[in-house]
Each structure stands twice: as structure tokens, then as C-alpha cells.
């Protein structure tokens, strides 16, 4: 108890309610300042969720963190309205709760939902991810089931008036707005649960995850327009539906003195993407390594790597890291075989190993572990299609289209469907417009340029650089920074500071999504 009311004064917050405790369970970790009682009771709701779900197990270890104090929640949370969140990282997720509202738990139970589904299988339509969960958020457990879909009164309320493009799957703007949310709920509510819809429901689904719009779903299965399911969810009873008879509940396990407050709130101020937070109380050479690579600070990242692999201590994460300041193809082996459950390690080294097959291999287990990055499903799509294995290659393709979230991952699944588009009628690859030097690992792009580059755009997501070449602007994506190869000058740290530059280059890109995928300084 003494280490962490520690913890928490030197993070500047409250003292009160600083004990930690921690309970493990089959793939997943419960840390709470709120009780034991608080762990035991969550932890049978996370099972039931499971279950619920269909069974899914955690491909990453899921690390729970439900927390009393508000000064510490709100120094983590990625925005001022959100009271849970959930936050993937290489080889772990999070789901985080600012706990003691009286939707406490229906919170936590929204964000498990979301851990839940990350890893089953390709990205769903927001609208429908965001339902899901905020459906089964309202599980209530009963004597031999659960009874799911009961009314949430805000939600009730705010799906009257009018209506929202619900079903625009490429405008995220209208997202995350409790309209937004409440007609998300109606819509899966009413799938769910009328029973003129729910027998019809699967194949609904099922077209929605071949990639079918939400409109042309809606026609083939029930004979009408999106819209006009919007407005029967909207106007529909809210009925609950009584799921069971469930296996008996799993006895949760024991929950105990949390050991090592310090590495959880460290671990998951950089999940979050608070290094700010992490800073106040890191002290081992890997923590200070991830800080001084926020920071850009490569060569002090470099020390501090090599220190904690010097010590013994490092994981494949570490390795990862260390990799890829250097482009250490040798680390990058290592990082796989200690963590093989590191997909972006998995990932990179995918890019640089010569055999085709094996690259295969890593691509498809990089996938296992995320299904959901377009990316990663462009690349195999892209070895996959080298290897002519075209049928194999337009699935992935089609899992490309599904990931994407951004116009930069639609333009990149558009590129790799031309291709297999132009390769499907000639039956041959199409010869590329400029032949790449080998010598460019990493990231792989199929035309070059050279140039000036004289601008580089931080505010834009992602950045962009403006390089002048044969008199025109050119406008590449830093879609990948981790993965872009760059060599000559100075370095990344040097030559990419926000704002005007001038520096001759030669860039390698990907036509079809202008992302830039090599940068030499000449």
C-alpha cells in the first residue's frame, strides 16, 4: 500500500484510494484502486461478455485498469468526453474506466466489447461496432441467462428528431456524437431483437462483412432502404431478449496486492500516448528508451535500448524498437522469437526478408494477430499476388477494403484491386513505371522521384511533404513513419522539422496512395 499511494503522489495526483489491486484470468488482467469486490464482479461480467460474443478468446493479453481517482483518468483519456476507453498496443490492449458512475460498469462492459471484437475478424461499419457494443453493454445477469437489450433512457431520448447519415461509412465526422451513438443502439437493437428482423439479421451481417454497403444489404435482405431501416429502428419497442441457459460462471479468481503499480501506469501512459505522464515515473532503460523516442531523440533511444538489452531485461518490444532505428534485420529476428505476438514486428520484418514464402507466413500471422490493419493486408495481398496466387490475393485485397479507415487506406485498397484487376485480365503482373533499386527495404513502392523537399505539413493526418520535382508538387503521406527507409543527410530527426524546408531528395511512393515508403537526403 505504501509504493503506491508513492505512485500516485509523485504522479501529482490524490493520495486517496491509491491501493492497488490486481486479478488474473484466462488471457486478461483486472487492476483496480476501487476493491477487490470491484475486481471479482468485473471479471464475471468479462467472462459473460465472452460468452455472449459467441466464445471469443484474447488473441493479445487484455489488461483492464479501473480507476477512482479522477485526476489520473483524466491525465489518460484521449478526450474530454470520454469516460472509458479502450487502446490497442503491440502486444497487449487496454480497456481504461474513470470507475464510480453509476454507469460504471455498463461503461466497461461497452469498452470489453470493443476489445472483443478487435481481434475476431475484419473491421465492421463503425455504426454497427459502436451498436454492438453499446447493446450488450446493458447485459444484466438473471437466475439461469442473461437478459440483453434493456432501454438506455439517453439513447431513448436522443434517436428522436432528426435523422443522421447513419450509414455513411467514409464521414467519421458525424461519429462519436450521442446521436450518433443512440441510433448505432436502435439499429442493432432492432436487428437483434424484432422478431420480424432478427431471423434475417445473420445474412444481413454476413454481407455487410463481404463488403457489402449498408444500402445494398438492407434491399437484398429485407426489401428496403437503409433509411428506411433507420427510421423502423427508431420507432421500434425496446424489447430485451433473454439469452441462455449460459455454462456456469466461471469463480473468479483471487485478487491481490497490485506488485508493481509503477510498470502498469508507465505501460499504459505509453499505450495511451501520454508520454508526459509516463515521464514522471520511468526508470528503467526500456521506459526511457520509448520517452526519448516521443521525444525524437534517436540516439539517446539507441543507448537506452542497448542498455536494457545489455541488462538482460528487454523484450521483444525492445528489440522491435531497436530494430527499426537502425534497420537491424538481425533484432528484428529476435523481436519475433520473443514476442511472437508482436504483429508490427512481425510486420517489418515481412518487408525485409528475401523469401517470398516466409514472407507470406509473417504477413498471415501478422494478420491472425491484426485483422483489422489495412496495411498489413495490403502487403500480403501484394506477396500473395507475386506469388500468383491470385484467388488467395483478392481476399486479402477485399480484407484491405473492410480495414480501411482513412482515405489513405481506401486509396491503397484501390491501388492493389487494380492490380489484381489488370493481372486478372492479362494474366500477367503489369510492368511497374519505374524499376526500384533493390537496396530499398522496408516499405515497398512502385515509382521514384527526385527533387526538392520544401515543406513538411505536421498538422496534417497524416503529414504530408511537398517535394518540387520537374516542376511540379509532389505530395507524399508519412502514413508509416516507422516503416519508411531513410537514408543520407542527417536523418529524420534533422531534416523532417515542421514547416519550410530545402533539401534535395530522392522518394520512393506508392502511386495509387501517394505514401511515401523511402526518403534519401542526397
Not at 520535382?469 to 502514413?479: I, Q
Request: charged letters at 25%; aromatic letters at 6%.
Amino acid at each position: 500500500m505504501v509504493q503506491s499511494k508513492i505512485v500516485i503522489a509523485l504522479m501529482g495526483f490524490c493520495c486517496a484510494g491509491a491501493e492497488w489491486v490486481a486479478l488474473r484470468g484466462d488471457g486478461y488482467e483486472i487492476a483496480t484502486d476501487a476493491g477487490a469486490a470491484t475486481a471479482r464482479s468485473m471479471a464475471v461480467r468479462l467472462e459473460a461478455l465472452r460468452e455472449l460474443l459467441g466464445g471469443v478468446k484474447k488473441v493479445l493479453p487484455l489488461r483492464v485498469v479501473l480507476t477512482t481517482n479522477g485526476g489520473l483518468y483524466r491525465s489518460l483519456r484521449p478526450s474530454i468526453g470520454a469516460a472509458g476507453f479502450y487502446q490497442w498496443s503491440p502486444g497487449e490492449d487496454w480497456v481504461v474506466v474513470g470507475w464510480g458512475g453509476t454507469d460504471s460498469e455498463r461503461i466497461t462492459s461497452h469498452e470489453l466489447v470493443h476489445a472483443f471484437l478487435e481481434h475476431s475478424g475484419p473491421r465492421r461499419p463503425l455504426w454497427l461496432e459502436e451498436g454492438l457494443a453499446e447493446f450488450y453493454s446493458t447485459a444484466r445477469a438473471e437466475r439461469n441467462g442473461w437478459i440483453i437489450g434493456s432501454p438506455i433512457p439517453s439513447h431513448d431520448a436522443a434517436v428522436r428528431g432528426a435523422e443522421l447519415s447513419l450509414f455513411d461509412e467514409t464521414d467519421e465526422s458525424k461519429a462519436h456524437t450521442g446521436k450518433f451513438y443512440a441510433q448505432s443502439w436502435a439499429v442493432v437493437h432492432y436487428l437483434l431483437t424484432n422478431p420480424g428482423v432478427r431471423d434475417k439479421s445473420p445474412r444481413f451481417f454476413s454481407l455487410l462483412a463481404d463488403g457489402w454497403s449498408a444500402g445494398a444489404a438492407c434491399r437484398e435482405v429485407f426489401g428496403y432502404d437503409s433509411a428506411a431501416l433507420l427510421r423502423s429502428a427508431v420507432a421500434a419497442r425496446r424489447d430485451t431478449v433473454f439469452v441462455g441457459p449460459l455454462r456456469a460462471p466461471v469463480e473468479a479468481p483471487p485478487a491481490v496486492t497490485l506488485a508493481d503499480t509503477e510498470e502498469m501506469l508507465v505501460s499504459l501512459a505509453l499505450a495511451s500516448g501520454k508520454p508526459a505522464v509516463a515521464a514522471k515515473l520511468a526508470k528503467t532503460p526500456a521506459q526511457r528508451g520509448y520517452l526519448a523516442l516521443a521525444d525524437g531523440k534517436k540516439d539517446d533511444a539507441i543507448r537506452l535500448f542497448d542498455s536494457a538489452i545489455a541488462r538482460g531485461d528487454a523484450d521483444g518490444a525492445v528489440y522491435f524498437e531497436r530494430a527499426m532505428l537502425t534497420n537491424d534485420l538481425a533484432l528484428l529476428e529476435e523481436a519475433v522469437k520473443r514476442s511472437p505476438l508482436h504483429a508490427e514486428a512481425r510486420f517489418a520484418l515481412a518487408l525485409r526478408v528475401a523469401d517470398g514464402a516466409r514472407k507470406i507466413d509473417l504477413l498471415r500471422e501478422a494478420v491472425r494477430i491484426r485483422p483489422r490493419n489495412a496495411s498489413m493486408w495490403h502487403a500480403l495481398a501484394l506477396e500473395l499476388e507475386r506469388a500468383g496466387r491470385l484467388p488467395e490475393a483478392a481476399k486479402a485485397a477485399l480484407q484491405c477494403r473492410l480495414s480501411a479507415r482513412h482515405q489513405a487506406d481506401r486509396d491503397m485498397a484501390a491501388g492493389i484491386a487494380r492490380l489484381l484487376t489488370v493481372r486478372d485480365a492479362t494474366g500477367s503482373p503489369p510492368k511497374p513505371a519505374v524499376t526500384v533499386p533493390e537496396s530499398w527495404q522496408g516499405l515497398r513502392g512502385d515509382t521514384t522521384a527526385e527533387g526538392m523537399l520544401v515543406d513538411f505539413d505536421c498538422s496534417a493526418a497524416p503529414p504530408v511533404l511537398s517535394i518540387v520535382s520537374n516542376g511540379e508538387t509532389l505530395k507524399l503521406r508519412l502514413a508509416r513513419p516507422s516503416e519508411v527507409r531513410v537514408t543520407g543527410g542527417t536523418g529524420i530527426q534533422h531534416e523532417f522539422q515542421c514547416g519550410a524546408q530545402k533539401a534535395p531528395v530522392r522518394v520512393e511512393y506508392i502511386k495509387s496512395s501517394l505514401a511515401l515508403a523511402a526518403i534519401a537526403f542526397q
